[in-house]
């Protein structure tokens, strides 16, 4: 029997991944009262399935069970099967990750959960195979053994409940100790990541190795405020690694979700929308820090291959695109030989597999995953070239190969809209217009913030409301403290970008919608969802940056920027609050507190307050916006105002006037100004100082 003869509630979701199993014969329910009181009603545990829509192993665990129908008749006549997108529900899915973790010592997608109808957990995993092996038992063993105990020993399963409920209560009431807001925890920290840096490889740690953009972010901010050169290292070894190795899509652009080994080869070959924006700005400030055009190159590819494959035509990004295809995981990626010499004939197809490490043993089952392990001038020494003709064929390969590989079957690709993570591709495009100068990266994010406004905002009175998710034409779901804090943050970043005071003015609106909805007086912090979200077993408050940064992080720094834009004491004070209840965290877990570390690398540094005055189209003004961008400043803001008459919004713009009538900056800190000038290269200087 066919799968596609089956159809179940998830065909009515917008989520892809939901409907990926919208056929399958589990009666599944999306999460919602429905299915909470069909539990409570017929008095069956909840089987709960957490995943996301470029997950391998989700996809493999799909195949091998839940298409089966002997497997569904039993979850459909023991079970209330729940099915949910991470994706759409971070709260959802946070509440159980720390129960699998508390349960188990681990978690991972699938998330396999076993729930009391009232939602309690008793139980859980990951990946079940269909039949035992290496230590795990059949996905049928758990079902039958879950099963048995609820009809059988229902009072051991309540007790269970009750005691994981109780460790995880403790665990989100813990009162971690507030230590001192100092530099010596910045400085601890560059200690920690040099003790996990990887001196062969770069990256942190062996296999997998994920990319960490939030580290590298602090480290290159600990290399900016220290001068220590063994921070710069870090970095650049870091990126020179992943930019050359397999998890950079050679030819497409753009970065895989991870290397399963250590030297970044082998990727696990999903792409995320959150890695390719923060790992664009990483390169990005690597470029300005070192001044080196490889890293402006990946930023440029990267951005590239995000308005080329990842970007609805009406501005919105799409979430991620799948491993596989085919049902095979990178097939879409790898080569061999004699695919490259079909599209680039045997001369060019020797130099270009020489330098892409393309043999006919292949270093991905019998394929070629394209990685760059030498540098052009070894490879045009081996093949007796010169070193410019074989650039010259290899960037000419590169779009031939592209437009070969376009005639493959693609992966998957989900198309769901994320407030938060638009609002970190907004902050890439937005930063990445203004240092390597692309008009046409600022109109895309000029285009993706209205879409983003125009589709996500849900109307009300009160403060601005925004939603989580959007896909064909339909939002929907109560957005999470991080959609409104990574959407404020790009709007900081693209007035940065543009000058346009409607930018700025949304993302204290935001702002304040984030103080109204999820600020806690009574734990100094935020909490991941608003006041009026549904009621779960409890509130999420995730602290730690993962994949993503937490959103309390972000909101700590879009308040700090803020602050010293609008010179907003109450929003300091939140500021400090946040950066000491994590204080104890930063220093004994560091690498989980990437992007906490950076804001407050920024609160004890003596930030740059950068005014400018002038007609913003005009050229003059236009250098010396180019001049701030040019160099790394990650502890700076700028404000803008056209003239005089417009130097009164902001503190910082207060009693500013035009020098000479010419377009003017001032560089300042803490409201005290150097002399005002005109000139790019005065400015740059001053930068420098």
Not at 506 to 529: E, N
Request: aromatic letters at 10%; glycine letters at 8%; one cysteine or more.
């Amino acid at each position: 029997m066919s799968d596609t003869q089956f159809t179940n509630r998830l065909a009515h979701e917008t989520s892809p991944y939901l409907r990926q199993h919208a056929h399958n014969p589990v009666d599944w329910y999306p999460w919602g009262p429905e299915a909470l009181e069909r539990a409570r009603r017929a008095d069956k545990p909840i089987l709960l399935s957490i995943g996301y829509a470029a997950c391998h192993w989700c996809h493999v665990m799909a195949h091998e069970s839940f298409e089966d129908e002997a497997t569904a008749r039993y979850m459909n006549e023991h079970f209330v099967n729940i099915k949910v997108d991470r994706e759409e529900r971070p709260d959802i899915d946070a509440i159980y990750m720390q129960a699998v973790q508390t349960i188990s010592g681990h978690g991972g997608w699938p998330m396999t959960m076993f729930l009391q109808p009232d939602g309690k957990p008793f139980y859980g995993g990951t990946y079940y195979p269909p039949a035992p092996r290496h230590g795990l038992p059949s996905f049928r063993q758990v079902l039958e053994s879950i099963a048995s105990a609820y009809e059988k020993r229902k009072e051991t399963v309540a007790q269970t409940a009750a005691e994981l409920m109780q460790r995880l209560q403790s665990q989100a009431q813990v009162q971690m100790k507030r230590e001192d807001l100092n530099r010596l925890i910045l400085d601890d920290a560059v200690v920690s990541f040099e003790q996990s840096f990887d001196r062969v490889h770069g990256g942190f740690g062996g296999a997998p190795k994920f990319p960490q953009p939030m580290n590298l972010e602090f480290i290159l901010r600990a290399h900016h405020r220290t001068r220590y050169p063994g921070a710069l290292a870090i970095v650049e070894q870091t990126l020179q690694g992943m930019a050359r190795g397999g998890m950079y899509d050679q030819i497409g652009g753009g970065f895989h979700r991870y290397s399963v080994d250590a030297q970044w080869l082998v990727p696990h070959f999903e792409k995320m929308l959150y890695d390719n924006a923060q790992l664009a700005r990483v390169y990005l400030h690597a470029f300005q820090a070192t001044g080196n055009p490889f890293y402006a190159q990946i930023v440029a590819e990267t951005l590239d291959y995000v308005a080329r494959e990842m970007t609805h035509p009406d501005g919105g990004f799409y979430a991620t695109q799948d491993a596989d295809s085919e049902g095979v995981e990178g097939k879409f990626y790898v080569w061999t030989p004699d695919e490259i010499a079909a599209v680039l004939g045997r001369d060019d197809a020797r130099i270009v597999c020489a330098y892409y490490d393309v043999t006919e043993a292949g270093n991905f089952e019998e394929h070629n995953i394209l990685n760059v392990p030498q540098d052009a001038e070894a490879v045009a020494r081996e093949l007796k070239l010169p070193v410019e003709r074989l650039r010259a064929v290899v960037a000419a390969a590169k779009p031939k190969l592209y437009a070969a590989r376009a005639q493959r079957i693609w992966p998957g690709r989900d198309e769901k809209v994320l407030t938060a993570w638009n609002g970190m591709m907004l902050c890439a495009f937005a930063e990445a217009s203004r240092v390597l100068d692309r008009a046409d990266y600022r109109q895309i994010a000029e285009r993706n913030a209205e879409f983003v406004l125009r589709t996500l905002s849900a109307p009300g009175d009160g403060p601005r409301r925004l939603l989580r998710t959007w896909k064909d034409g339909q939002a929907k779901l109560n957005a999470y403290l991080e959609d409104y804090a990574n959407l404020a943050d790009g709007f900081i970043t693209l007035y940065e970008a543009t000058f346009d005071a409607r930018w700025l003015a949304d993302a204290r609106s935001l702002a304040a919608a984030m103080i109204a909805r999820f600020w806690s007086d009574a734990t100094g912090g935020f909490y991941d969802t608003s006041d009026d979200h549904e009621t779960l077993i409890t509130r999420p408050r995730d602290l730690f940056d993962n994949a993503t940064p937490s959103g309390g992080s972000v909101a700590a720094g879009v308040l700090l920027k803020l602050a010293a834009i609008d010179g907003d004491e109450d929003a300091s004070r939140r500021v400090v609050e946040s950066l000491k209840g994590v204080s104890m965290l930063m220093r004994r877990y560091p690498s989980g507190f990437g992007q906490w570390l950076g804001v407050l690398d920024f609160y004890l540094a003596q930030p740059r307050e950068i005014a400018l005055l002038g007609d913003a189209g005009s050229a003059a003004l236009q250098s010396l916006a180019a001049a701030v961008f040019r160099p790394y400043l990650p502890n700076r803001i700028i404000l803008h105002a056209p003239d005089e008459q417009g130097a009164t919004a902001y503190p910082l713009l207060e009693g500013k006037t035009l020098f000479g009538g010419r377009a003017t900056a001032y560089v300042c800190e803490h409201y005290v100004c150097q002399a005002p000038v005109t000139d790019p290269r005065e400015l740059e200087e001053q930068l420098r100082a």
